[in-house]
């Protein structure tokens, strides 16, 4: 070990792409491609070592972290410990930037600002202003992860912490793996804010959420990469103009030189070892790709009260007690078809819904459409007349105020014979 | 010496049940045209709208109902058939996930979408292909738990058999309508919004009709295109009437 | 008739010319790495092949990016990044098939073959003739006349295999 905690970035890269394709131009037998399918496989294997081995996998990673004599390793058992582990190493800085990364803006972020830090994404900061073109799930071009396989590579190592640039500002970044046997973190990185907050600010602190330790170097790589491959077309939802509050981090004037930087490694549970013994335990194979984004319907309407969303981060705020209901839910179960992994996130969804209601109870006005066969055969009953009376505006206004069921919507028509008694009457 | 005919066992669901009886009525034909015999056993709901209102033990209770009577009604080993998405993703996955039984996984092995099962005919050259000439322009839009189960492109494929008939679009964004989430008040709001992009692609299509399977599509399709919405069943019947 | 740059890459020898000009007439500088055209070698093969942007009609950079900073233009046929809108995201980088636009990071902009606003530089000075700009169509017919003339040579050894036995 030379000291230097091994940090890789990993950015889109046209150079593999390039030369497979070159290869595939150039040969006269055709290579089948690594398919999608494979990448898939390849990368449930890995998430289900992690998931089954975590406990073990968090004290290897311990470990071989703390052989690095130059990076100090902090554990928070929850986020409230973790704000604290931060808030100690701070001192009297109280300038953050983070990144876009789930765990940090979702769970830390707020905390942070509590304590009297004044936190940035500074992913945001990237970009010019521009003018939001793919505003909605309809509007990305649904292209096959298939073609994404060689499109992200590591193109940065920092192997040396050593910048020409040093700004008085602490670093709070949330990694993408990291590896157990050699402590190697790694990043996706679509702009640049990452290997700039890596080599600028003064403190630097690498938030690992334990679902993101796996075994080695190459699956760590080979996980990030699939959160590039995965993850991409939900990219494009979350990228807002800037909008976002921001602060200029290239503003902040250089340090004198021969500056000590801190390097940090807080290693963050936050509810996730809870989930092993749990039914909701499937969430630990999440390897934090967003795909579930992708299509859900209902995912913009959430984007933009600062949090990073996706229908597991809605599902895992409400296990963590952060979000107040599941009940945004359509169930529709578009994040099940898109998850890489195959989390059956509809069914955990239900099982939360389920637990919320156990919890809460339900007011009487949802209880009246516990039973809807029941007012179905009352319809066909009532047969015209409950036809005549749903399309008259003083019933309707009636209805949404019992049932909630809002009076301009299209409801059906009731038939005045049911099916099974046309087929009964049909025997004889 | 008499044909023995092949039977089918018929979940039909409430929309067609008490709503839309046409769509039960036309997919009976369409099976008997097939040589089938429908039987239709007794039924309930099959607690899919119980179970995303929180009615759990309602829920159960339906579930165990419909459990033993499809059981028995297939025992002889028949196929059960659905022609709601919904029902049939509650019959062969919620089902089991939440109520396991050895009767779960009966009715959940021997369950079919009714289009699926008629593209499983006609690979095995087993399917009816008599379909008069239909000069019609249609919109297919593909139910979420058709997708989710990952039968999303079935109908259109059935569809495409009759001659004259053209799929002018088929759309597989969701409608917003998530069985009766959008009809409520909280959520209404909402549920226009997501339903926008498909009323967009009907107005773009400019089709004669609109096809799909779930009933809550159908509504929501109906409630901002002003278009007729029907079963891809009820087209089937009309091909084989025309023939 | 727009036209394209045909690649025959068996006539390629690798020399690296063709990215030296690239670089020089869109940069300024000699630097293979902000050259639009890269060749992928197998030295060992002695496989060398000119790898630059297809100029898709339906191109996937153009559906996936976010502010529309990529379009077609038809006049030339050949597919254009606007730097003033692009936000340097790199989802064109990631998705296309063929690697054929790459991030400057230093001035963070997508850099892609731009056809040279119709004269393009490789064209010019690539020695052997690997690259050429030709009407759509004359890809076409230079394959298929080379594949006649094979069969046609075929064909006369079989006439004067037939005539020798006979």
Request: charged content about 25%.
């Amino acid at each position: 070990m030379n000291g230097i905690l091994p940090v890789s970035v990993l950015e889109p890269t046209a150079e593999q792409t390039q030369r497979q394709t070159a290869e595939i131009f150039s040969r006269k037998e055709k290579e089948a491609k690594p398919d999608v399918e494979a990448i898939k496989a390849q990368l449930r294997e890995i998430r289900e070592y992690s998931s089954a081995n975590l406990p073990s996998l968090v004290n290897q990673f311990r470990e071989s972290v703390s052989k690095y004599p130059g990076v100090k390793v902090g554990v928070a058992e929850n986020a409230s410990q973790a704000i604290k582990y931060i808030n100690e190493v701070a001192g009297e800085t109280k300038l953050v930037s983070i990144n876009k990364s789930t765990v940090v803006t979702n769970e830390l972020r707020s905390g942070l600002e509590s304590t009297g830090f004044k936190v940035y994404i500074r992913y945001f900061k990237e970009f010019k202003d521009f003018d939001k073109v793919i505003q909605d799930y309809w509007q990305l071009p649904g292209l096959s992860s298939q073609g994404l396989g060689q499109s992200f590579e590591i193109t940065t190592k920092i192997a040396q912490l050593e910048a020409t640039e040093v700004r008085d500002y602490i670093a709070v970044v949330g990694v993408n793996a990291v590896s157990a046997e050699d402590g190697q973190v790694f990043f996706l990185q679509h702009f640049s804010n990452i290997s700039e907050d890596l080599n600028e600010a003064k403190k630097v602190i690498l938030v690992v959420a334990i679902d993101k330790i796996v075994k080695n170097w190459e699956d760590a790589a080979f996980q990030t990469k699939c959160n590039g491959i995965f993850g991409l077309e939900s990219m494009t939802l979350d990228l807002e103009s800037r909008v976002v509050e921001q602060y200029d981090f290239e503003k902040l004037p250089p340090l004198p030189q021969g500056q000590k930087r801190e390097v940090h490694v807080l290693i963050l549970d936050n509810g996730r070892s809870a989930l092993l013994s749990g039914a909701q335990r499937d969430l630990l194979l999440c390897l934090g790709c967003r795909a579930c984004v992708r299509q859900c319907p209902i995912g913009h309407h959430f984007v933009g009260d600062g949090k990073v969303w996706s229908p597991k981060s809605y599902l895992w705020s409400f296990l963590l007690g952060t979000n107040p209901s599941t009940e945004a839910c359509i169930h529709c179960g578009r994040c099940y078809v898109e998850c890489p992994v195959d989390i059956d996130l509809p069914t955990l969804m239900w099982r939360a819904q389920f637990e919320h209601y156990a919890r809460h109870g339900r007011t009487p006005k949802k209880r009246l459409l516990d039973y809807p066969e029941l007012l179905a055969e009352l319809g066909c009953l009532a047969g015209p007349i409950a036809n005549w009376a749903i399309a008259k505006p003083v019933f309707r206004r009636l209805i949404e105020t019992m049932a909630g069921i809002h009076r301009e919507a299209h409801m059906p028509t009731f038939h005045h014979e049911s099916l099974r008694k046309w087929a009964s009457k049909r025997k004889r | 010496m008499g044909e023995q005919k092949k039977k089918i066992v018929y979940y039909a669901g409430c929309f067609a049940n008490y709503y839309d009886p046409e769509i039960g009525k036309s997919f009976i034909e369409v099976m008997e045209r097939n040589g089938f015999e429908v039987i239709i056993p007794d039924e309930k709901c099959c607690g899919m709208p119980m179970l995303a209102n929180g009615n759990v033990k309602g829920a159960a209770k339906n579930v165990k109902f419909n459990l033993k009577s499809l059981t028995r009604a297939a025992s002889p080993g028949y196929d059960i058939l659905t022609t709601c998405p919904s029902c049939n993703l509650m019959l062969r996955s919620e089902c089991v996930t939440f109520f396991d039984s050895e009767e779960a996984r009966f009715v959940s092995e021997h369950i079919y979408d009714a289009s699926e099962y008629l593209n499983k005919l006609n690979r095995k050259g087993e399917l009816n292909t008599k379909f008069g000439r239909m000069d019609l322009k249609v919109f297919y839009h593909a139910p979420c738990h058709m997708k989710v189960q990952d039968l999303t492109y079935e109908s259109v494929n059935l569809l495409k058999l009759i001659p004259g008939l053209s799929v002018v679009k088929v759309n597989t964004a969701c409608c917003g309508m998530g069985g009766s989430y959008g009809m409520k008040k909280v959520n209404y709001d909402l549920a226009i919004e997501i339903a926008g992009k498909v009323w967009e692609e009907v107005k773009t299509a400019q089709p004669d009709k609109g096809v799909t399977e779930c009933g809550g599509c159908k509504l929501q399709i109906e409630a901002g295109t002003g278009i007729n919405v029907v079963h891809p069943q009820m087209l089937l019947r009309e091909a084989y009437g025309s023939y | 008739m727009a036209k394209v740059l045909m690649i025959d890459y068996e006539k390629c020898t690798g020399c690296r010319l063709c990215e030296m000009v690239c670089s020089v007439y869109h940069e300024g500088v000699v630097n293979p790495e902000l050259s639009r055209i890269k060749i992928v070698k197998w030295e060992w093969e002695g496989r060398y092949v000119p790898m630059a942007c297809q100029q898709c009609t339906s191109a996937p950079c153009m559906a996936i990016c976010p502010v529309k900073a990529v379009s077609r233009d038809e006049n030339l046929g050949r597919v254009m990044v606007d730097s003033d809108l692009c936000i340097g995201c790199r989802m064109c980088v990631a998705v296309c098939p063929f690697g054929g636009a790459k991030f400057d990071s230093a001035n963070k902009q997508i850099i892609k073959c731009d056809l040279c606003d119709g004269d393009p530089q490789c064209v010019r000075f690539c020695e052997v003739g690997a690259i050429q700009y030709v009407e759509a169509e004359e890809v076409t017919t230079v394959k298929q006349r080379a594949a006649a003339e094979k069969f046609s040579g075929l064909l006369q050894k079989v006439a004067s295999a037939i005539a020798e036995v006979s």
